[in-house]
């Protein structure tokens, strides 16, 4: 597994695979309806920083680290990512997620936190709480789930 910085030749496997995420409706709060324009001012553009996780050279996985708010909440990162469908179960949530708090810290950050967990994704809460986050949030009915409906979105924290 090779984690590294993304470069211009990435964005079309980003974008590729950010539209299959979306398009799922279960765990990830843009949709189908997102523009490639949107998309890469959120993944791929300053302020964010984007890595992609390669796995035997194929393209498998890629996320964000970007300030979580401007001004005064500027020392928190944010970050963002996604794992392609065939290298799930491999533990790339995990170290892509390590890597990013690396990458946080590098760049000046005191904490992390996610806005927007949705809570059934109970895969992703597990990752996210081995890696030291915990659940500082609770919002109730704020994903749109494509199967179940509305569920809760958790916000997850954790100082660097």
Request: hydrophobic share 50%.
């Given at each position: 597994m090779?984690?590294?910085?993304a470069?211009?030749?990435?964005?079309?496997?980003?974008?590729?695979?950010?539209?299959l995420?979306?398009?799922?409706?279960?765990?990830?709060?843009?949709d189908?309806?997102?523009?490639?324009?949107?998309?890469?001012?959120?993944?791929?553009?300053?302020?964010?920083?984007c890595?992609?996780?390669?796995?035997?050279?194929?393209?498998?996985?890629?996320?964000?680290v970007?300030?979580?708010?401007?001004?005064?909440?500027?020392?928190?990162?944010?970050?963002?990512?996604?794992?392609?469908?065939?290298?799930?179960?491999?533990?790339?949530a995990?170290?892509?997620?390590?890597h990013?708090?690396?990458?946080?810290?590098?760049?000046?950050?005191?904490a992390?936190?996610?806005n927007?967990?949705?809570?059934s994704?109970?895969?992703?809460?597990?990752?996210?709480?081995?890696?030291?986050?915990?659940?500082?949030?609770?919002?109730?009915?704020?994903?749109?789930?494509?199967?179940?409906?509305?569920?809760?979105?958790?916000?997850?924290?954790?100082?660097?």
């Open positions: 090779l984690i590294r910085p470069s211009g030749a990435d964005w079309p496997g980003v974008w590729e695979l950010f539209r995420v979306a398009a799922g409706g279960d765990v990830f709060a843009y189908e309806s997102t523009t490639e324009d949107a998309a890469r001012r959120l993944w791929f553009e300053p302020p964010a920083t890595f992609v996780a390669e796995i035997d050279g194929h393209f498998a996985g890629t996320y964000y970007r300030p979580n708010a401007a001004g005064r909440g500027g020392h928190v990162a944010n970050a963002g990512y996604m794992v392609a469908p065939v290298f799930r179960g491999r533990g790339l995990r170290a892509m997620c390590g990013s708090l690396a990458a946080a810290r590098s760049l000046g950050f005191t992390m936190q996610f927007f967990v949705v809570a994704n109970a895969a992703a809460v597990r990752v996210w709480e081995g890696c030291g986050f915990a659940v500082v949030g609770r919002v109730p009915g704020a994903f749109r789930h494509a199967e179940l409906g509305f569920v809760d979105a958790l916000v997850m924290h954790r100082a660097l």
